[in-house]
């Protein structure tokens, strides 16, 4: 159970380039998803905290109108990287949890992570 | 101070020996606590997780847990090559479900 899933894997596109990456929660529904980056050789830095049919809270540095995050039903969240740059190349990686339904402490399920290179 | 420190690594084990992995962290109000293993290239696997002091076992692992000291431990028992990875740390704030990850200790286990 709690499987996560995360599509595309992969994504190498030009410089200007907006890409949309979706995560799905596919054996229960998610209340709340999470998104990170990963940069090669450091941990996990939270960009923001998605909740369905809410606006998504964003950690301090993380620009909201560049980083686009939809959550509108309970199974689907998606991160649209406006206008992408090299700087933007990452792995991201999103997360759901069972919160919100009487179990506050379930732990974070990730998807496999969608690997972004921007050229 | 960082909220949640792991042992630097990289931490190298014979096949068959035990892995220990520590991890501190800063909120004192912290409830809950994660292990996750990450493979170079792939996104975190959750391992275990650990509510309530004392030891809570899954298989090769166990975790431990000493609220009194901030304090929080993985054992690995009879290391595999397959246990080769980076270990996550990971604790939720006292008022909120986000999740701290300390930067990860890479174990190697020696075949």
């Known amino acids: 159970g709690a499987v996560v899933s995360q599509h595309p894997s992969w994504v190498i596109c030009k410089s200007g380039t907006s890409v949309k990456i979706e995560c799905r929660s596919l054996?229960?529904?998610?209340?709340?998803m999470f998104w990170y980056r990963q940069f090669p050789k450091q941990s996990l830095m939270l960009m923001a905290t998605?909740?369905?049919?809410?606006?998504?809270?964003?950690e301090q540095g993380v620009e909201k109108d560049k980083f686009l995050i939809n959550h509108a039903s309970l199974t689907l969240s998606t991160l649209t990287v406006t206008s992408a740059h090299p700087e933007d190349s990452s792995f991201y990686i999103c997360?759901?949890?069972?919160?919100?339904?009487?179990?506050?402490?379930?732990?974070?399920?990730f998807g496999d992570g969608t690997r972004l290179s921007i050229l | 101070q960082k909220e949640v420190e792991q042992n630097s690594g990289p931490l190298s084990v014979p096949e068959g020996a035990i892995a220990s992995l520590n991890c501190t962290y800063s909120d004192r109000g912290s409830q809950s606590f994660f292990w996750y293993r990450q493979y170079s290239g792939k996104s975190p696997e959750l391992i275990m997780f650990?509510?309530?002091?004392g030891d809570k076992e899954d298989g090769r692992f166990t975790a431990q847990l000493n609220k009194a000291s901030q304090y929080v431990s993985l054992l690995i028992r009879d290391s595999q090559p397959s246990d080769s990875a980076t270990y996550l740390c990971?604790?939720?704030?006292?008022?909120?479900?986000?999740?701290?990850f300390g930067a990860g200790t890479t174990v190697t286990v020696r075949a």
């Open positions: 990971a604790v939720n704030g006292r008022n909120d479900y986000k999740l701290s």
């Open positions: 650990i509510y309530s002091n």
């Open positions: 997360s759901a949890s069972l919160l919100g339904q009487g179990e506050k402490d379930q732990p974070q399920h």
């Open positions: 054996d229960f529904q998610a209340t709340t």
């Open positions: 998605s909740n369905e049919g809410s606006k998504a809270t964003y």
